[in-house]
């Protein structure tokens, strides 16, 4: 049966940003529509809207006159909900207030057929708490679109823990005839996409709360030097706040850390609280971590590496493949390597810890010339934008100077950052992971599902477990028991999914 037919009038009701997209996404897929709002001139605008979209879409050729005729001509407003009497299915994208969706839900039940389907487009709330309103809570799902909806091409289809699985099916094959992709999560906070992407902004803002970089620079080096098949992050973690805005944002994170009960991994920070209280909220008010003029982003310019007179000769700790592609490219950038088994007294040593600080890499050298270069992403001569390096402390200015210089050499970008465990790349893309594994450990949602809703939703460049297994489960389970190990916070606790998997030699699409 095709889903025309399952589900040949489809109601929508709330008629704002998301209930148009909604409705004009299903009637181009053939569907019935019947568009509801409490306000009578929300659905006008609506339609107004909708119209305006498909002569746009025939303009570019998107769209026949014809087609959008008949899609246009699909769509019908209604002012009182009990005209949606006739619909097999009713989607709600009313005000994100519970109170407000279990009185909705409670009174469609009373109106539509005892086996039609309600589904709601909630981002945060309990899917299972508005269902529970009804008294056939098994026929009531979520299904949570992303806006703008006709470009956002990814749904997450959320199973209540009363929802029947044959309306979570209807629901898949409903979503999938539009050509967007439906990916199937159970009624957790955050659901799937807002609950994977905790890791990006609360680690960068963790790193920026222990003075590691400032803001532009966290963002250079994860729009910069972050590579997955040579893309990179499109926005940096700030950029992205300043965008969404901190009063959207600052509230989600510590809503989704107290409903996860004060999980450490998405503890958020002072930094966005007190932005957010000062009306630094981004974009929208002018200025938030950067300033805006014109609605341009205002950031001044990166400060050129201050040549060296001579370079030190060079010591790379360790004797692992690691430790031999990094000889192997300071050679190929002009230093005069050591091959002792311990620097000599003028030698820049050079580190290259996963998870670690600087200062743990440096035990038992002289840290005062010990500098660490983070290579977890590709750095190689001439094919790298940007490297990035770590002091210890107690590093002497002259022997920074002198790594700066040399991974400089042929003309990429260096960053250079305070200690930390896991540099920035290490320890923001371990935590994208790390999550990513938690989802699936929790069976939220299916792997391939938690990939796809990532890449589609969030714009990564790729999915949280795509990226651990292109950089390596157990290189992850390095990097998180490094940052574990040096800061004894639970937050970097390796997930158990990504452990047992980096252990036993198992992809983490590995489902048991
Ligand atoms: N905007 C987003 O980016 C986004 C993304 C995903 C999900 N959502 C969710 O979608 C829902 C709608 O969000 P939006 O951005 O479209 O909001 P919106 O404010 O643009 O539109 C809400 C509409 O619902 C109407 N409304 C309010 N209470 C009503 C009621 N009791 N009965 C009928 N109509 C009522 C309002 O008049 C308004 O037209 C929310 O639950 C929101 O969390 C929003």
Known sequence: MSTQQDFPRIGVVGAGAMGRGIAQLFAQAGHEIVLCDSQPEA????????????????????????????????????????????????????????????????????????????????????????????????????????????????????????????????????????????????DTPGFLVNHAGRGYGTEALKALGEGVSDAVGIDRILREQVSFNGNGFRLGPFELLDLTALDVSHPVMESIYRQFYDEARFRPSVITAQRQAGGLLGRKSGEGFYRYVDGRQVSADEAPVPPVSALPPVWVKGDDDRAAALAATARELGADLESGSQPSARALILLAPLGEDATAAAAGLDASRCVAIDTLFGYAVRSCKRRVLMPTPATHPEFLAAARALFAADGAAVSVLRDSPGFIAQRVVAMIVAIGCEIAQQRIADPTDIDAAVRAGLGYPAGPLEMGELLGPATIVAILEGMHAVTNDPRYRPAQWLRRRALLGLPLYHQD
Request: include cysteine.
């Open 43 to 186: 659905t006008a605008a609506a339609l107004q809207a909708i119209g305006s979209t498909f002569e746009r879409l025939t303009e570019k050729g998107r769209m026949s006159v014809a087609e959008a005729q008949a899609a246009r001509a699909r769509i019908t407003s209604v002012e009182r909900l009990e005209a949606l009497a006739g619909c097999g299915l009713v989607i709600e994208a009313i005000i994100e207030r519970l109170d407000a969706k279990r009185l909705l839900f409670e009174r469609l039940e009373k109106i539509v057929a005892p086996d039609a389907v309600l589904a709601t487009n909630t981002s945060s709330l309990s899917v299972t708490a508005i269902a529970a309103a009804c008294s056939r809570p098994e026929r009531v799902a979520g299904i949570h679109f992303f806006n703008p909806v006709p470009l956002m091409k990814v749904v997450e289809v959320i199973r209540g823990v009363r929802s029947d699985a044959a309306v979570i099916e209807r629901l898949i094959a409903l979503v999938s005839a539009t050509g967007h992709r439906p990916v199937v999560a159970s």
